[in-house]
């Protein structure tokens, strides 16, 4: 069974910078192929983010390119979403997310609140 244990929230100030993590269990990291961060805002839907597919590259949401940097580290079972030059607007819940063997999985979410 797959589980993932997003940490690293918190407050901030706009313009300040936070990395979130994401702790993979019951699998062997290297095998997963594709890794997500969503976010989801209150009221809203839960909305894409960044991904980091193995040998493809990186992917962002424009709301969040030139700001936010997705990386994995294997050693360390760990997903990561740096995220620079925080906005009001970037306050929510972020989760991360993997698909293995043709199942997904998803932590149970971070919160990140940014004031203006």
């Known amino acids: 069974q797959v589980q993932l244990v997003e940490s690293g929230g918190g407050l901030v100030q706009a313009g300040g910078s936070l990395t979130l993590s994401c702790a993979a269990s019951?699998?062997?990291?290297?095998?997963?192929?594709?890794m997500d961060w969503y976010r989801q805002a209150p009221g809203k839907q839960r909305n894409f983010v960044a991904r980091?597919?193995?040998?493809?590259?990186?992917y962002y949401a424009n709301s969040v390119k030139g700001r936010f940097t997705i990386s994995a580290d294997n050693a360390k079972n760990t997903t990561y979403l740096q995220m620079n030059s925080l906005q009001p607007e970037d306050t929510a819940i972020y989760l991360c997310?993997?698909?293995?063997?043709?199942?997904?999985?998803w932590g149970q979410g971070t919160q990140v609140t940014v004031s203006s």
């Open positions: 997310k993997v698909d293995f063997l043709g199942t997904t999985y």
């Open positions: 019951g699998v062997i990291f290297s095998r997963i192929s594709q």
């Open positions: 980091l597919a193995r040998n493809l590259g990186t």
